[in-house]
């Protein structure tokens, strides 16, 4: 019986540990500083706004633990012995292992910024982050959030739900332009306007500054401005957790160095989830990949190589999704801010302008390559058979009711986009075939079925 | 290629003036809300006989004012969306002090409707003009309950509407709600005592009606010369064994326990603000299913041993067993059960804990869902994060994250399809679905299994 070690409680060593357990009868460890139980860390600015608590965010019971023979230690890894196989913890212990998962997440990027380091001055990824945030919350006034991406914009409504002021400084032009499209993006900076949030579009951070006691008082903008702040929140992205393995044999760069079965350059020893890079990344996938289901994925996987099992990973069609406040945004293939090489793109946007679905597609074979939706939810098990099978725009068009997941009597939009469509493509008109509901999914399925047939 | 530069950063700067602050005008509506239940309190002493027309407008008035008025500024003035803050942290929501006295001051008003309705006298009293002017005669016990019961579904059912606007299932869905306490549950009712016929809650039936199909209340019926009293026993009996199996099997229990029933009702809207406190423990679940069919079958062993009897005995009439049987029911079951633990505990026990452990239409309603429905609720891919929002909000305590987490279908017996899950989730993985039955429950092991849809699967 081996005794298989996870440093990390995130949804990647969790996962990892649970696929472990069903295949084989090993001893399983998982060791984590932040927190004992495993709980759900996107689900942290819920926690703070109340509409749930820490425990409502643990996907187990505290049982599920012991019935499952995982093993949980809350402590601090200090430091790792390749050769000898065993963990120096910080309580002075020692654990040794047969296989070490390295699941340890990732941290808020510094970008060595005048007063990054005063009191009031975080970023958002542990639960430890949030019991400071929190700690201080009484004293803020106005908080100002540095870097437009996903976390930030978290952090913005975060604090909206206690009337603290928002100041938000983006440093692209629009809010989050290098993924989103200028739609898209334009559409969020309205409806962080209409929240109410101070959006400072292309505005950098010059330094924070602080008061004689450390605490931070105020931010300068690169254009010389001075805001008064209590509190600034830095979320300009995230970096692998990967400081206690510098000066060692591993294999480091930006993240763990791993290959495709994750395995690092020493023996028995892996690296998952938001601290891996991959050596080299698979086609069309960045070397880090920091999303939730990538991480179960890795899990998922490790658990399959460390048995022994040729289990490749693989991520299939690129997907994703995140809320913008109140706007849900889903994803399908790969939509940047801009247009791929050889690619067109149809975009519709509803008369509210909160709604909108973007679809790129070859321009050459006019097969869809990547979707883009706000505010209007779509199904995962029909646009990326779309992608994968490459059908043609006019073809999804027709059919786009298979793809609309939003509930039932939720206003539809198929029509208007069928309108759309013929009006931008007055010489290859097209009737709505499928609409919503899910015998529009099963026609689908037929349908790629005989579409499969067909081709082989 | 998108022109970078068309994003003018300029863009309407001057909507992001200054977030307006509500919260003295907000305490002020709350203020009124507890002035209308204030008035409500004096008057049982006695002013509320006295001076009924003022007693009822001013109380029910200040509490419509200033609840409504709470709902506008809390919920309306910004954008739609979920709108779940400090739930986790208010005392009225969270067990916190507030909560605790609610639950004692339900609970006690529960007992002693039951068990000392004298006491409400000047009650009943204050409501004789509405009673009058709608049935025809004075307020009797229950009568004064229905139109709190009627008034609590209809202001606290324009909060959810105005809560969850961003949604039109829960717009659409909450109106019938409404409708169905408004019309068949108060008004058909009232206006059958109008117009003489006899009095008939017309969104109930059997088993929940339990009463509906014992012998006696055919035999009450069919002493009736009218017409109604025929067409009330063909329309109970039609929703018990048409009604029910059909509509179930198309929608789901949703039809009736969301939908239609009085029940249902109360917990959606006057218990919206509770439905997060229900267990969502493994254990819950296990006590959940002994309970509720445990229920059922005794209403259905007792509704059969009253008709052996009645066939025996050769006569519809009152037996022994009916009237004991209708007694320590309408006792445990009608009263404990689904009024005092039921409602009196919504704020710590949540809000469903009668439709959960002990009601037998539910019960029926969930057996045909679980085994010989269309209804299901789908889960979107690998979408989940995992966050617990559904779950959370789940009043039927189903741990509703872990199938979708699995990207399994969620088709359990106790969902009463209030979308409620949904409604929070931020990743649009949850929709409920009728469709073919035909791949309904599916149970994929791994993440791969859910987002490689390849054919051979």
């Not at chain 1, 739609?183 to 951070?205: K, P, Q, T, V, Y």
């Not at chain 2, 977030?19 to 009124?32: M, P, T, Y």
Request: hydrophobic share 40%; aromatic share 14%.
């Amino acid at each position: 019986m081996k005794h298989i070690v996870i440093i990390g409680n995130g949804i990647a060593g969790v996962t990892a540990a649970r696929h472990l357990r069903k295949l084989g009868d090993d001893k399983i460890t998982i060791i984590s500083a932040e927190t004992k139980y495993f709980f759900s860390r996107t689900a942290l600015m819920y926690i703070y706004m109340g509409h749930m608590t820490l425990q409502d965010t643990q996907p187990y019971e505290n049982w599920f633990w012991e019935k499952n023979r995982i093993d949980l230690i809350q402590d601090k890894v200090e430091s790792v012995d390749y050769s000898e196989k065993k963990l120096l913890l910080a309580s002075k212990t020692e654990v040794s292992y047969d296989s070490l998962i390295l699941a340890t997440g990732a941290k808020p990027n510094m970008f060595g910024w005048k007063g990054q380091d005063l009191d009031g001055a975080q970023g958002l990824y542990s639960y430890q982050n949030l019991q400071y945030i929190e700690e201080r919350s009484h004293l803020i006034k106005r908080a100002v959030i540095v870097g437009g991406g996903l976390i930030g914009i978290e952090l913005a409504e975060m604090f909206l739900s206690r009337n603290i002021k928002v100041t938000f400084l983006v440093r692209e032009k629009s809010f989050w332009n290098k993924i989103l499209p200028n739609e898209e993006s334009a559409m969020i900076n309205r409806h962080i306007f209409e929240h109410h949030i101070d959006l400072r579009l292309g505005a950098e951070l010059e330094e924070i500054i602080g008061d004689d006691s450390g605490k931070v008082k105020a931010i300068k903008i690169k254009d010389g401005e001075v805001l008064d702040c209590e509190f600034v929140g830095l979320t300009a992205g995230v970096s692998p957790n990967i400081d206690f393995l510098k000066d060692s044999d591993l294999n480091l760069g930006r993240g763990i160095k791993i290959d495709q079965t994750f395995k690092t350059n020493m023996p028995d020893v892996y690296a998952i989830g938001d601290c891996a890079e991959f050596e080299v990344p698979l086609e069309g996938r960045l070397p880090i990949e920091q999303v939730w289901y990538t991480g179960k994925m890795h899990g998922e996987t490790v658990a399959h190589v460390i048995q022994g099992e040729e289990k490749t990973y693989k991520p299939g069609t690129w997907f994703n999704s995140a809320k913008f406040l109140d706007i849900e945004y889903q994803t399908y293939g790969m939509v940047l801010g801009q247009l791929f090489d050889g690619q067109e793109t149809f975009y519709w946007e509803a008369p509210n302008g909160k709604i909108s679905v973007r679809i790129n597609f070859s321009k050459e074979t006019m097969a869809v390559e990547g979707f883009n939706f706000m505010g209007l939810r779509a199904r995962h098990e029909v646009c990326v058979p779309w992608i994968e099978n490459k059908i043609t725009l006019k073809e999804v068009i027709e059919n786009f009711g298979a793809a609309n997941f939003d509930p039932e009597f939720y206003k539809k939009y198929e029509a208007v986009i069928v309108q759309q469509y013929n009006e931008e493509y007055p010489n290859d008109r097209v009737e709505l075939k499928t609409k919503k509901g899910l015998f529009s999914n099963y026609i689908q399925k037929f349908k790629r079925f005989s579409l499969t047939e067909r081709s082989s | 290629m998108p022109d970078l530069n068309k994003v003018d950063p300029s863009i309407d700067l001057t909507s992001a003036h200054e977030h307006q602050d509500f919260s003295v005008l907000s305490k002020v509506a709350v203020a009124i809300m507890v002035i209308g239940f204030l008035i409500l309190s004096i008057a049982v002493f006695g002013p509320g006989a006295k001076y009924p027309k003022l007693f009822l407008f001013s109380s029910f008035g200040a509490i419509a004012f200033g609840s409504l008025a709470y709902t506008f500024l809390t919920y309306f003035l910004s954008p739609s969306g979920v709108k779940n803050n400090h739930i986790t942290t208010s005392a009225l929501t969270a067990h916190g002090w507030l909560a605790w006295i609610m639950a004692v001051g339900l609970t006690g008003f529960y007992v002693i409707h039951y068990w000392w309705s004298h006491l409400f006298e000047n009650w009943y009293r204050m409501m004789d003009p509405l009673s009058f002017y709608v049935r025809g005669k004075q307020t009797e016990d229950w009568i004064f309950y229905g139109v709190l019961y009627t008034f609590g579904v209809l202001i606290m059912g324009i909060r959810a509407i105005v809560k969850y606007r961003h949604s039109r299932y829960q717009i659409i869905r909450t109106c019938m709600v409404i409708f169905s306490q408004f019309f068949l549950a108060w008004l058909i009712p009232s206006l059958l005592v109008y117009f003489k016929e006899p009095e008939a809650y017309v969104n109930y039936f059997w088993p929940l009606s339990f009463k509906d199909g014992f012998p006696l209340h055919f035999q009450s019926l069919l002493q009736e010369p009218s017409i109604m009293a025929k067409f009330l026993i063909f329309w109970s009996l039609g929703l018990t064994f048409i009604g029910t199996p059909i509509l179930t099997y198309y929608f789901g229990k949703r039809w009736y326990c969301s939908w239609v029933c009085g029940c249902g009702g109360l917990a959606n809207t006057v218990g919206d603000p509770f439905r997060q406190n229900s267990s969502k423990k493994l254990i819950s679940w296990k006590i959940e299913r002994w309970m509720i069919n445990s229920v059922l079958i005794f209403i259905v062993v007792s509704t059969g041993y009253i008709w052996y009897v009645a066939a025996t005995a050769g006569t519809l009439k009152i037996n022994p067993a009916d009237h004991y049987l209708t007694k320590s029911y309408g006792f445990l079951i009608g009263m404990v059960f689904s009024g005092v633990v039921g409602t009196g505990f919504y704020p710590i026990l949540g809000t469903r804990v009668w439709c959960r452990f002990g009601c037998p239409q539910a019960a029926i309603l969930g057996f045909i869902q679980r085994f010989f429905s269309r209804f299901r609720i789908t889960t979107n891919g690998g979408q989940c994060i995992s966050c617990g929002n559904c779950s959370k909000y789940c009043e039927m305590g189903i741990d509703v994250r872990s199938y979708a987490e699995r990207g399994a279908n969620i088709v359990r017996a106790s969902c009463v399809g209030c979308g409620m899950c949904a409604t929070v989730c931020p990743r649009g993985v949850l929709n409920l679905e009728n469709g073919p039955r035909e791949g309904r429950i599916n149970k994929p092991v791994s993440l791969s299994d859910i987002i490689n849809f390849e054919e051979d699967k």
